[in-house]
């Protein structure tokens, strides 16, 4: 168990299912770094920067495009596989890496992670090609930790119903497909070496909190 700050501050990444938790957990995470003493940011994927701002604009239909045969609709999968990960880069340019060297530990509400399971299955189907979405992520800066917040489709869906706005990827159906997804997707990042946390989504807020805070303790 370390004191705070870290000599070496972390770069924390927090994933899950759209309703799993992630954002809650991130957030109460940042309130207890800062309680004790290390300094630290809170940064979400899409991120906040200009390309991040287009992508959330795109998955709530906000943006939508002309399609050649009349109409609108949502941009094509693989062009938002690219900008996702056009967008990490900026993002880590832009605050992670500066942050890191500023001594603060990064938490990031989503992260690589999100494009091989929601920009997996590059050319729509069921068969996942996790290749190239590596392929055009390869330089980003790989996370110290990765929380994986375990939830099922049915507990997130529940959750998400208090909600009136939902984005295209939450309907049962396709969530079920991430839930498998993700499960397949961190055991492939964990034989790859990289150090991944998986926890009870289930479990009450603050009992998870705590077992992530103990975590970065010992980091
Ligand atoms: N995406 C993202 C891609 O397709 N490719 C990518 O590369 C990236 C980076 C982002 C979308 O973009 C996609 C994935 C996403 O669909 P978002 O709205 O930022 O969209 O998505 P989330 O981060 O998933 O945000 P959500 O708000 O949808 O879900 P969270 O953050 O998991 O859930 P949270 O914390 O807001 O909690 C939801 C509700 O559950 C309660 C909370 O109080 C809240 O009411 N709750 C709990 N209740 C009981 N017990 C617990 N343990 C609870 N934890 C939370």
Partial sequence: MHSFPLARPPFVVVEGLDGAGTTTQSRLLLGR???????AIL??????????????????MRVVLPLAEGGVGPIGRETLALMFAADRLDHIDAEIRPALAAGRLVIS?????SSLIYQGDVDGSEAMDYSWVQT???????PDVTFFLEASTELC????????????????????RLERRYDEVMDMLASEGQRIVRLDASAPIEALHEQIFAYIATL
């Fill in 33 to 39: 770094l800062e309680r004790e003493g290390q300094p």
């Fill in 43 to 60: 940064t979400r994927e899409p991120s906040d920067g200009p390309i991040g701002v287009l992508i959330r604009q795109m998955l709530s």
């Fill in 109 to 113: 509400d989503r992260y690589v992670p």
């Fill in 136 to 142: 055009i992520n390869e330089r980003a800066l790989v």
């Fill in 157 to 176: 869906l529940s959750r998400l119903d208090q909600r009136a706005r939902r984005d295209i990827f939450e309907t049962r159906e396709k969530m079920a």
